[in-house]
DNA sequence: TAGCGTTCAAAACATACGTTTCAAACATAC
DNA sequence: GTATGTTTGAAACGTATGTTTTGAACGCTA
């Protein structure tokens, strides 16, 4: 019987093994078990692993992707100047607050992320690159705006390398955290990374050029 | 016999392999099929796949390491100004030309820094921390002097984002490569990239605080 | 209630993996 | 030339993986 949630139980255990181990190490049967459902499950419900991996990003990818398109929008309409900061810090607030209702999603999120990047040549790349590429390259639009003397090749670059900053940091967090736990006497949290994170961006994607 | 080689074949197949597919998609079958050795080969001469992985590391890193131990000497020796250019462009050059003989080599180092650092909390990780955490923090201090005004505290996150951006940027060249031929039909090469990177980083690290 | 499509559970399947074994081939020292 | 320790080669081992199969349990409709 339809038990209210297989499908569910299966992605929401999925996520957070794959955050926390990788896709190859973690196995069907960690993510059944875990999870309470039979091993065959997987193989039923979504066809295979590949497509489970790109079932668990969707369903992360999708709300983040359609707030962003939404908030670029309101911008556009209420006449919002497109400035890095404007636009930095309303990546930012997605980031953290697209899944209000538990925020260890995000730490799990941007460690999707980076599991994600720093995947091999993979189909999960291409598959991302093809279902969020727009939403992205209008992001990288607004950016050109908010910067018009700068070369657009030279903006590229320095969104990547700002993204790569993001991404990167916080999806070794657990282990920054310890680093900073025993060298500073402080816990940190995702929050006032992303809060220390602005600053650098900004001061990154605006330096003057060489 | 001891065929001329063998565990450098080895090292030289493996560190490749990692690098394009990483750890865990990696067999042991195709690394000893490719550098034409037999399969025992790996567990005779190093134990075990982890251990080749850490040797593979060992290779890396060493050279680097000590060739930034000694330039550090050399700066403090010969009372070059500490300056986060000077430090940073340091980095850059030795980390591009840590092994001339093969320009391939750089961007086979940054792949691998990469699939480390993306890596689960897994033996890696901290291996080489307690291999290499001695280089770091000294390059820390540097740092520290070189930003007097900067809190510890703050200075470390924005190290980590710097090194965030540029691990992740040069780890993912080959599909960025694409991009950038696409969009602005300009081949690149690691070089440029790092030369881009530069001020990225200084306008990063020595932005005002909020 | 009978039939039907959907979902579940248990088992088996085929394959790939890291590792181990053991004998043969080799280099070196005596 | 023989003996000894080291390295290689081919095969096997045990295990873990993703996937498939088969039949039973279930909800729904006629």
Redesign the interface.
Known sequence: MAQPGTVDRILDTAEVLFA???F??TSLRAITSKAGVNLAAVNYHFGSKEALIQAVFERFLSPFSQALDAKLTEMEETGVPDTPENLLSLISRLALGTHPEDPQRAAVFFRLS??A?????GHL?EYLHQQYGGVFSRLQDHMQRALPNMP???L???V??????????L??M???KE??RK??N?EVTEAD?T????????????????
């Open positions: 926390q181990k990788g190859a190490e980076g599991q990047y720093s995947q091999p040549v790349r657009p090749r030279e590229f670059w320095r990547q390398f700002g993204l790569g900053a993001a991404i990167f940091t999806s070794g657990e282990s920054l680093i900073s060298d500073f402080t990374i809060r220390r994170l602005l600053p650098f961006l900004i001061g990154g994607i605006t330096a003057p050029m060489p």
